[in-house]
Every structure is written in structure tokens, then in C-alpha cells.
């Protein structure tokens, strides 16, 4: 027996969509948005759901709130899932961000150079750690567990699983729309990590 916890991360916005950096700037969906919402719906509509836990971001519960619908169950919102704070890069595209210095140094070494005005890394690590490690102790072995949140909230939760260094968490993807997996059995310590940044049906990676 294993317990299934499913890391999406939340539906294409208008910024996203014009790679800009989103903070915790509260925006919804974009059209495009909703209808990858309304497809992680149809992947997880056939996988029983004990739990759907999501950042209060609008973004984000509203991804949620598609998943959850056909199970017939409360979205809890968490703030520990909530968007990396970016300081003086919200609302900055990604081509003004990269010609920075300060952020050729943040991606050389992301602890010691962190985000101008922007959340450390290690602490956003922890909270969003602590709201899985609650759901996992929550919720019996044996249970599906989905956790919606943003792109760098996925990317070092997944390095977090996989042993790296949070420096390295910018290494992972997690596209608008994505499901990354991870198992964990009643005999391991750490999870098994089933897929990271999928976008496709779900029964063949939980064979």
C-alpha cells in the first residue's frame, strides 16, 4: 500500500503566458488556462482523491477547484503553498530579469544571492515541506493527495524529495498545467518520484 501525492502546478495566466514574473501578484486564469484546468479535471477524474490542498492564490484555486468538482470535495486552501515572494522582480518579464546581474549571480548560487527584497529560498523550502509533511500524516496510507501550487513551490519540493540542494530546485521544470508524482510506501523513507512535469493522462505512470 502506497500514498500517491500529486504536485500540479496551476493553469497558464496572462503573465505566465508573456513570461513574466508572477509573485504573489493574484491573477486568475487566462481562457487557455481554464482549459488546462478543465484537463487535469478529466486526468484526475478516474483516480479516487482523498484530499485536494491548494495556495490561496487565485490562480491556483481556481486550478483546484476544477480538480476537485467531479469528487464532490472541499478545496483547503494553504498560504505554505503560496507563491515564492519576488521582491523586485514581480511583474518583470523574463528577458529584463536575465540581463541583471543580480540575477546571474542569484542563478550561479540562489542561497547566498537571493531574490532582491524577495523571500529566502531555505524558508520557502520549509513551509512548503511542512504543509506536505502535514497532508501525508493527515491523510491514512493508501491515499491520493493533490497539492496545487506554483512553479518554484513544485521545483523545490521536488528537489527537496529527490535529496538535492535547494540551489539546484531552478533545474527542474514545472510547465502551466503539469503534474509531477511522487509514492511514497510504508517501507521507505523517501518517495519514489513517478514523473515530474507531465502533461498527459495519468494511468500508465501509476501502473
Known amino acids: 500500500m502506497h500514498t500517491t501525492l500529486f504536485l500540479v502546478r496551476h493553469g497558464e495566466t496572462a503573465w505566465s503566458k508573456s513570461r513574466r514574473v508572477l509573485g504573489r501578484r493574484d491573477l486568475a486564469l487566462s481562457d487557455v488556462g481554464q482549459a488546462q484546468a478543465e484537463a487535469l479535471a478529466t486526468h ?73 527584497g524577495g523571500e529566502p529560498l531555505a524558508a520557502a523550502r520549509e513551509r512548503a515541506v511542512a504543509s506536505v509533511e502535514q497532508a501525508l500524516a493527515d491523510n491514512e496510507m493508501g491515499a491520493n493527495i493533490v497539492v496545487v501550487t506554483h512553479a518554484g513551490v513544485v521545483r523545490m519540493l521536488l528537489a527537496h524529495y529527490l535529496g538535492m540542494s535547494v540551489a539546484n530546485y531552478h533545474r527542474l521544470r514545472a510547465s502551466p498545467g503539469s503534474i509531477s508524482i511522487l509514492r511514497y510506501d510504508s517501507a521507505r523513507e523517501l518517495p519514489r518520484v513517478l514523473a515530474v512535469n507531465h502533461i498527459d493522462s495519468l494511468e500508465r505512470l501509476l501502473e
Open 44 to 116: 484526475f477524474a478516474r483516480i479516487e482523491i482523498a484530499e485536494v490542498l491548494t495556495s490561496p492564490l487565485l490562480r491556483a484555486f481556481e486550478t483546484a477547484e476544477k480538480i476537485a468538482a467531479p469528487h464532490r470535495i472541499d478545496v483547503a486552501r494553504d498560504p505554505r503553498l503560496t507563491d515564492l515572494q519576488a521582491g523586485q522582480w514581480e511583474g518583470k518579464s523574463f528577458e529584463e530579469i536575465n540581463a541583471l546581474p543580480e540575477f546571474q549571480r542569484f542563478l550561479r548560487d540562489p542561497q547566498a544571492d537571493g531574490i532582491p
